[in-house]
């Protein structure tokens, strides 16, 4: 058939564990898993001897990347940034906005809205991750403080309106005012609640949890500390049954602490993220974070006023070579981290995330080194080295 792609002799992962196998790719979809077959016929094929097939990475947080930032992007940049994301082996990402003036917030919901109604040469935009402005003053990270506000139901609906109903995180601080309502509010419309840049003790990001919150932003960053006497958003988050997004960059977090969250959490309920800024993947140098001045050296990104760390430079591949590396587990011990797992906080884990019969094609092919060779999103090559 002329719309199928058939994939040869890979090492396929599937259900945890690698197995040689052809797969046959019938327009958007993983129409075949099969032993290896000498007859069969497809107009386009890949040989993937020697190579690892894997489900296509998600990124549930990144503002941006090669020299574009998401927030002050437009279409046609947004459309590029995509296939940058897909040379990283990424299918599917949330473009993630930092709080910013009402004005150009609105601007960027309407374009991410009109490039994802178009449909993009990359990876495909699942969403939208809204990180603020309904943050703590105490914990903005980068964000600009005088743009910070209580969470307000009336204008996250016309935010919401705005981007054509496709905003699917939120990032919410606990000891914000009404957060509780807000929460029951948005978790009623399928949009999943996050907590993070955050000072709130315990038992209030404990209600919150219970109100319906489903993940934490990049825990242990932009959030207060644990003590063993004042457990914190961490504690809450550690000894809860949320996700967890971690930046393994490894100057976000220690090893150490990589290997301790895995420990606590199980592999099953962390998602490694990038955070990634508009410097991923290009030099160093003096950038932009929304409306913040930022700049990178030795591939640290921080304020122009040196006082934080404003994102990263992570792309999804190396953080997936990061993890491998920090916990001492296998691949397919580790790979669930950037695919099934945010899949399943999304609610599409039973389209994405994994590799099995009717399926979404998203899917990403690395040789020995975890170097990207091939990336294909919804059936389509839309990368290939």
Known sequence: MDDQLLIRNGRV???????????????????EVCEKRDDRKAANRIDASGLTVLPGFIDIHTHGGCGIDINNAAGRELDELTVFYAEQGITGFLPTLLTAAQEGFKRALRNIRTVKEQGTKGAKILGIHMEGPYLCKAFKGAMPE??????SIEQFEEY???????????????????????????????IIVSIGHSGADYDRCMACIEAGVKSATHLFNAMKPLHHHQPSIIGACLESDIFCELICDGRHLHPGIVRLAVKAKGMDKIIGVTDSIMAAGVPDGQ??????????????????????RAGSTLTMIQALKNIVQFTGKGLEQCIDTITYNPAKLLGLDQRKGSISLGKDAD???????????????????????
């Open 13 to 31: 992962l599937q259900e945890g564990k690698f197995t040689k196998a052809d797969l046959v790719i019938s327009g958007a979809m993983i129409a």
């Open 146 to 151: 005088e743009l910070i506000v209580p969470p």
């Open 160 to 190: 919401d309106r705005i981007s054509g109903n496709n905003i699917k995180l939120v990032t919410v601080a606990p000891e914000t005012e009404h957060v509780v309502d807000f929460i029951k509010h948005v978790t009623l419309k399928d």
């Open 287 to 308: 950038y932009k974070l929304g409306p913040a001045d930022i700049i990178v050296k030795d591939g640290d990104a921080r304020l122009a006023d040196g006082s934080s």
């Open 363 to 385: 899917l990403v092919i690395l040789d020995r080194d975890y170097n990207v060779r091939f990336t294909i999103a919804e059936g389509k090559i839309v990368y290939c080295a």
